[in-house]
């Protein structure tokens, strides 16, 4: 007789009892009422069994791991706090990107938080309900360490104070916004498409290696380790996206079309969105990490290459969208960045024209692009803030129906013009940035056309403060509009060199740094 | 063949990790960014459990690699005694 007691169960065992195993078919209502979201976007699953968490982590020891880290993440938090570690970031410019974490990709997390939690609910799969079901935990989780890791920039400078009113409210912030209600109004495989596979698996990489590792290099030890804290559960989420984007491809042949629409739209879509994070990258951090064009290469051009070598085995191809977005890494981050100097008045963030030898860099980096289109623009500006006419753009700018960004982007082959493109929709007509945009809005123009875009409300007069009347005379638009979002004028925005942050960062880090 | 690649925090406790990765597949490259240690391998790379204990000379869970985690690549395949990254099926 074997007597042989195995001690404990393998990892594959343990997984396959404590998260396959507590899953059951309904009985006293079909399934197909219970789970009524899972089949109505037309993929087609034989087999959920097939599902894999390659991972095969267990509820168990999800909670032992994130333990571990809270527990980490607090203490540097608190550290942080208390020997004033605010004051050992480069310089006050690195705080606007800061700023532009909290109020743009901060929100994000929350909205991540419950789409998964829904998509949790509404997938038939077991597999694939725990993995969203951690991932929900993991978004509020980001959401909240975030909050409080800023908190404490919060005390000390402008800009962060109501960053949840104006995710609402304020132009730039539609643009996520807009991208994550996007994907939560789309159903649950859309959604894990656009979320996880095109956001989290092909583009996160862009956003939290870069930012984190901008952070490290400009001395915040607080979002380093916020950021390194969420990244590790960032590794988990990708892998979802993976799967899921293997499994739909591999229980039914139908499936490949639909997924392969959904990744041209969500890659287009990401890669719009992340046009802040490159001008970031390539502007507002004192210490550069890398530019964006770079990152580019490396994060989509070779490891997103080799992804979509191993999935055209299904007869998938990349997204349509990446030979454009190839060729505009050049450009994009200069454009953008000219465009949020324009608007400085209007934004809760500092912006300022880079210093000489940033200048340098950039002509470096894009030695192409840089001194040939942007930096005369850059070096005008200069002249024109030095003889007192700072510019400050009081007009509003057009915005793209799909993406909600300024029309401030090129036409494909010439820097030199902005490009336009338009589609008529039951009588209107509507203005997009790009062919990518175009197609999108052409594909579901049902969803678009509800666009809740900043401008158009604005000049509908529902961006004011209760009350506003706008016909009375020597009545002045943009301060209304800033009272609507919850700017303090003067503090919150404008140029950085006439901030008050930079007054009390410069006031507060003398005598941290001397004997006075 | 693709590169398949592991991000790991640089700290105390994923120095032997690193360091038994290296050992466990020749032909892999470390390179370094603030903060983090990146470690890229030519089509496959594996953690192996007995490695990193050899290092340390303590028990080692790999699932605690969720801790120090960052990014990776390819496909997973995981069990208790060693974690694979591969483009292979």
Known sequence: MDMQVKKKLGLKDRYALMTRDL?????????????????????????????????????????????????????????????????????????????????????????????????????????????????????????????????????????????????????????????????????PFEFLTSVSFSFEYVLTNLLFVPFMSGAAYNGDMATVTFGFSAQSDESRHMTLGLECIKFMLEQDPDNVPIVQAWMDKWFWRGYRLLTLVGMMMDYMLPKRVMSWAEAWEIYVEQNGGALFKDLARYGIRPPKGLAQATADKHHITHQAWGTFYNYAAAAPFHTWIPEKDEMEWLSAKYPDTFDKHYRPRLEHWREQDAAGNRFYNKTLPMLCNTCQIPMLFTEPGDPTKICYRESDYLGDKFHFCSDGCKEIFDHEPAKYAQSWLPVHQIYQGNCFPEGTDPTKEGFEPLPAVLDYYGMNFGRDNLDFNVSEDKRNFEQWRGPSSSNT | MSNVFIALQNNEETRPIIEAILADNPGSARSDAPGMVRVDAADRLVIRRETIEAQTGQPFDLQYLHVNLISLTGYIDEDDDQLTLSWSH
Request: glycine share 8%; proline share 3%.
């Open chain 1, 23 to 187: 899953g059951w078919d309904t009985t006293y209502q079909p399934m197909e009422k219970v789970f009524p979201y899972d089949r109505y976007e037309g993929i087609k699953i034989h087999d959920w069994d097939k599902w894999e968490d390659p991972f095969r982590l267990t509820m168990d020891a999800y909670w032992k791991y994130q333990g571990e880290k809270e527990k980490k993440l607090y203490a540097v938090m608190e550290a942080f706090a208390q020997n004033n570690g605010h004051l050992g970031v480069t310089d006050a410019r690195y705080l606007n990107a800061i700023k532009l974490f909290i109020q743009g990709v901060s929100p994000l997390e929350y909205y991540a938080h419950r789409g998964f939690a829904h998509a949790g609910r509404h997938f038939s799969g077991v597999g694939a309900r725990v993995a969203c079901q951690m991932q929900s935990i993991d978004e509020l989780r980001h959401f909240q360490t975030q909050v409080h890791t800023i908190s404490n920039y919060n005390k000390h400078y402008n800009g962060m104070h109501s960053f949840r009113h104006m995710f609402d409210r304020v132009w730039y912030l539609s643009v996520p916004k807009s991208f994550f209600e996007d994907a939560l109004s789309a159903g």
